[in-house]
Nanobody
Framework: VQLQASGGGLVQAGGSLRLSCAAS????????VGWFRQAPGKEREFVAI????????LYADSVKGRFTITRDNAKNTMFLQMDSLKPEDTATYYC??????????????????WGQGTLVTVSS
């Protein structure tokens, strides 16, 4: 499994960005996929995932209503649309794939494959 994230950049508070994650063929049919982020000096945290079996989408409370995770299966690409960005959203964002159950889907330890990360900086 190979994942490559892109789309990060510098944006003002209130603005929008769309992150992309290009995945190797078959990833979406075999793994739960999603996004995590890590701010400087902080632990990696869950942002959003789409589970394999049920298609259930989960969001962190901090991004619910502002971020949207989608997937284009034909292009093997996953997206994270980020609207109403806040300075506290500043972090390196990683896409990830793994085999999880519902109770472990928010835990980064259960994801085996990671993209290289893309930096999002939100200025106030």
């Amino acid at each position: 499994v190979q994942l490559q994230a892109s789309g990060g950049g510098l944006v003002q508070a209130g603005g929008s960005l769309r992150l992309s994650c290009a995945a190797s063929a078959g990833t979406f049919s075999s793994y739960t996929v999603g996004w995590f982020r890590q701010a400087p000096g902080k632990e990696r945290e869950f942002v959003a995932i789409k589970r394999l079996q049920s298609g259930t989408i989960l969001y962190a409370d901090s991004v619910k209503g502002r971020f949207t995770i989608t997937r284009d299966n034909a292009k093997n690409t996953m997206f994270l649309q980020m609207d109403s960005l806040k300075p506290e959203d500043t972090a390196t964002y990683y896409c990830a794939a793994g085999r999880t159950i519902l109770s472990t889907s928010r835990n980064s330890r259960y994801y085996d494959y990671w993209g290289q990360g893309t930096l999002v900086t939100v200025s106030s």
